[in-house]
């Protein structure tokens, strides 16, 4: 797999969210328009009370600035009272007015941004070459695609209405507060930066345990998703218990790991919960003494004390904060280690579009190995002239499939090459390539869908009538129509609810849709029964009729029908021509045939050739 170089080991940092926020800029500068008038309608919000004690109960003259527009605490005291207290109300009212606003803007925009990041993200995934696939574990992919992006959106959020606001707030409480008594504020405030250190160090902790208990989490999702893929061996092996222990294990470690987590963030809230006290404590009584030493008024002790609940709440959020952060930058890193994947198999910035193909494939010296240092192909080199049918035979292990998967370019070779009408395939465009190949593989992958959209799934763009068309290509017309509701028949996951051959007959008129110019068989015909394989290799002779074939078969009737057989042994050919000619040489294509390599269903297809 190849990692771009020079590139850091996360290039998607939550810092990279920002990329994701830009198309939602006016969104964000509302919200941010909304919770900044939200932190001043805060900071105002204890006034109304200071003049109500200073001036309607002690009488105290109001300041300058403000006797224009107040009445007279001496004269009308009632009606002063009365319009303080309606502008209580009002700020109220516009606090939790803006509060809604600006947490909805965020909430739509953290939302949108997320879908943005999942669809990319499933983009670059479907784009990265088997050989990722192969060994990423898909439950886990299934985990970054679920949990790790909501947890971005749940950071979004919690940043913007949390973080945001709040510190707004305390740094305009904090001003304030120095305005009025500097002293008396570095006495409430003296507690902000040891909160700071705390909650940093808390932090770098929190990550390392979310980091665990996210890894526990995707091997558990991928755990659940092999046994429910799998279910049919389970039940037929009788192994439910035996899975649930596994299960439970997986689940208890990963529940160990989530709690330690939360522990850890719990811990940290009454510490911090601790801290705000002590500091209220402090404040309260100093500034008590400092109102009976004549300093500050009540009103303005008591200003004080609400902007001290007041910074308290979002100091108490920090603890919230960095559990919401810390798990934030354990997501960006897992979505960012995918991010950093890139397709090892590309079009190179020349690639040739393929536009028409006849099929003449070469192999030429090719050698591949899946790991450095292990070849699985060594210098295989045959050519098959277009409309040929080839067969590939050989013992288990011997890298039939292996080297069917060079065509389509599911791998490229180490060395050597192979040529597609003189072309080497890696000058050609992929798509281009691609589309110009039909594979059947021994189990027939469909999708829950009905039957005429799993065939037309063969083209893009096709329709029902091109899925009827090529279904009667293949000779299934009858076989479909028999089915409950015809072409319209929807099947279950992995088609579920069709027969082995039934969904092999439909994965046939599916290549045959797609009208390539090679054909790619792997053991079509494996695992079926003898009606059904008749069905299966009558379509499949019609779908290969004057198209280049390759196919790994195990079977007589399909190794009969070939053209040309190549004998495969740990990554050699070893003999190649027809199947009477190598009989009659002896050697390993003999002796594969006495060990009875087509025997399992010999009767049958004998009777199907
Ligand atoms: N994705 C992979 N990663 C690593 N090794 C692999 C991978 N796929 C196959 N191999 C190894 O490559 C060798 C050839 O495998 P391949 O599937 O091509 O054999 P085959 O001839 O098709 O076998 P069979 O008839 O059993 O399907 C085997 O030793 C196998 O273990």
Redesign the pocket.
């Known amino acids: 797999m190849a990692r771009s170089a020079n590139q850091s080991p996360s290039p998607f940092s939550l810092w990279g969210l920002r990329r994701f926020l830009r198309p939602h800029s006016v969104a964000l500068s509302g919200a941010a328009l909304a919770m900044t008038m939200r932190a001043m309608v805060l900071l105002v919000l204890p006034w109304p009370l200071k003049f109500v004690v200073d001036s309607v109960i002690s009488q105290k003259p109001l300041p300058i600035w403000l006797a224009g527009f107040l009445p007279d605490p001496i004269v009308h005291r009632v009606a002063l009272l009365d319009v303080l207290g309606i502008t209580m109300l009002l700020f109220a009212v516009a606090d939790s007015a803006l509060a809604y606003i600006g947490g909805r803007w965020l909430l739509r925009v953290g939302q949108r941004a997320v879908f943005d990041i999942r669809r990319l993200l499933f983009a670059h995934l479907q784009r990265l070459s088997l050989a990722f696939h ?1 060994r990423q574990k898909s439950g886990d992919l299934m985990a970054r695609l679920g949990g790790d992006i909501q947890t971005l959106q749940d950071f979004v959020v919690s940043m913007g209405t949390g973080l945001f606001a709040h510190l707004l707030t305390i740094v305009g409480m904090a001003g304030i507060m120095l305005a009025i008594d500097w002293r008396y504020a570095l006495v409430v405030i003296a507690a902000v930066p040891l909160l700071l250190v705390i909650t940093q160090r808390h932090t770098r902790r929190l990550k390392q345990a979310f980091r665990l208990a996210r890894r526990k989490e995707g091997e558990l999702w991928s755990m659940a998703q092999e046994i429910i893929v799998g279910i049919p061996v389970v039940q037929a092996y009788g192994r439910e218990s035996f899975e649930e222990g596994r299960f439970r294990e997986h689940a208890e470690e990963s529940l160990d790991a989530a709690l330690e987590a939360n522990e850890l963030q719990m811990r940290f809230t009454p510490l911090i919960g601790g801290l705000v006290a002590a500091a209220v404590g402090v404040a309260v009584w100093y500034g008590a003494s400092q109102v009976l030493a004549g300093h500050i008024t009540t009103g303005e002790l008591l200003v004080f004390l609400a902007y001290l609940r007041g910074m308290a709440a979002p100091l108490r959020q920090f603890a919230k904060l960095a559990g919401t952060f810390s798990k934030a930058t354990v997501a960006a890193e897992r979505l960012g280690d995918i991010f950093a994947e890139e397709p090892d198999i590309r079009d190179a910035p020349d690639a040739i579009h393929l536009s028409s193909c006849a099929g003449a494939l070469e192999f030429r010296s090719v050698s591949f190995g ?2 450095p240092n292990e070849s ?1 192909l060594k210098d295989i080199s045959f050519r098959v002239d277009p409309g040929q049918t080839v067969a590939l035979v ?1 013992t ?7 080297l069917v998967s060079l065509v389509p370019r599911f791998h490229d070779p180490v060395e050597g090459r192979v040529l597609l009408d003189g072309h080497d395939l890696r000058d050609l465009q992929l798509t281009s390539l691609r589309n110009r190949i039909a594979l059947v593989l021994q189990e027939a992958l469909l999708f829950h869908g009905t039957v005429w959209e799993n065939i037309a799934y063969g083209r893009a763009g096709a329709g029902r009538e091109e899925a009827i068309t090529a279904a009667r290509a293949v000779g299934i017309h009858d076989l479909v129509e028999g089915l409950r509701d015809g072409y319209d028949t929807r099947i279950g996951e992995r088609g579920g609810g069709l027969s082995g051959g039934q969904r092999q007959c439909l994965s046939i008129a599916r290549a045959m849709l797609r009208d390539a110019s090679i054909v790619i068989l792997d053991e079509p015909t494996s695992g079926l029964d003898a009606f059904s394989e008749r069905r299966v290799l009558e379509a499949l002779n019609r779908l290969t009729i004057g198209r280049t074939t390759l196919v ?1 078969a195990h079977r007589l009737a399909t190794i009969a029908k070939a053209d040309r057989i190549l004998v ?1 042994d740990h990554g050699r050919i070893v003999q190649d021509g027809p199947h009477a000619q190598l009989l009659a040489q002896g050697g390993h294509y003999a002796e594969l045939w006495q060990q009875g390599y087509h025997t399992p269903s010999m009767s049958t297809t004998q009777e199907a050739v």
Do not use: E, F, H, L
């Open positions: 192969r899946y790991r699985v050989g288990t292990g011997a890298g039939k499939s292996t790994i495969v």
